[in-house]
T-cell receptor, first 111, second 117 residues
């Protein structure tokens, strides 16, 4: 069945270093969403990308949607301790209904 | 604006017992989702409602799980009987989209952490 994969599974950085997580889908996606889940918390929506090759920025976060609409990335510049958490990408299932989530990338930041 | 409400927040039961979770979505949101999140994994959809109709329940273990959304607002998810592997966080989410597609931002509730012993 359709799969959404993320790498790396874990990443530890020093505060101020950059961080990137990659997301790959086994099928072409109509859109991709990114969520952040803080430890002990629930997923919180960050952004949705719809167009091929789309790039969106939110302060220190840069999101990209691949040209083939099968992959995406999230890049954080100059990480801060507030960036700690698990970042999930998610895309609509083949039936076009609910989201299929990746396993997430857990980011830890030491000061 | 009030967020998605869920109760209880925590539940511990023994295997073979039954348990029910409740969710109240954001007012006006047509679509409601129940997800199961096992430790270290992403949320996995169990069932999706649009208003009070089921859109997708293909991954719901129907021999033990059931869900309803009467009147198209609140929803309950039940497990009977519970198994050890049901230990997880059960997340409810809602979205504005009225076409039942996975294209809209989803708002998640705080979740119910279920432990089955």
């Amino acid at each position: 069945g359709q799969q959404v994969m993320q790498i790396p599974q874990y990443q530890h950085v020093q505060e101020g270093e950059d961080f990137t997580t990659y997301c790959n889908s086994s099928t072409t996606l109509s859109n991709i969403q990114w969520y952040k889940q803080r430890p002990g918390g629930h997923p919180v929506f960050l952004i949705q990308l719809v167009k091929s090759g789309e790039v969106k920025k939110q302060k220190r976060l840069t999101f990209q949607f691949g040209e083939a609409k099968k992959n995406s990335s999230l890049h954080i510049t100059a990480t801060q301790t507030t960036d700690v958490g698990t970042y999930f990408c998610a895309g609509p299932g083949q039936a076009g209904t609910a989201l299929i989530f990746g396993k997430g990338t857990t980011l830890s930041v030491s000061s | 604006e009030a967020g998605v409400a869920q109760s209880p927040r925590y539940k511990i039961i023994e295997k073979r017992q039954s348990v029910a979770f409740w969710c109240n979505p954001i007012s006006g949101h047509a679509t409601l989702y129940w997800y199961q999140q096992i430790l270290g994994q992403g949320p996995k959809l169990l069932i999706q409602f649009q208003n009070n109709g089921v859109v997708d329940d293909s991954q719901l273990p129907k021999d033990r799980f059931s869900a309803e959304r009467l009147k198209g607002v609140d929803s309950t998810l039940k497990i009977q009987p519970a198994k050890l592997e049901d230990s997880a966080v059960y997340l409810c989410a809602s979205s504005l989209d009225s076409w039942g597609q996975g294209a809209g931002e989803q708002y998640f509730g705080p979740g119910t952490r279920l432990t089955v012993t």
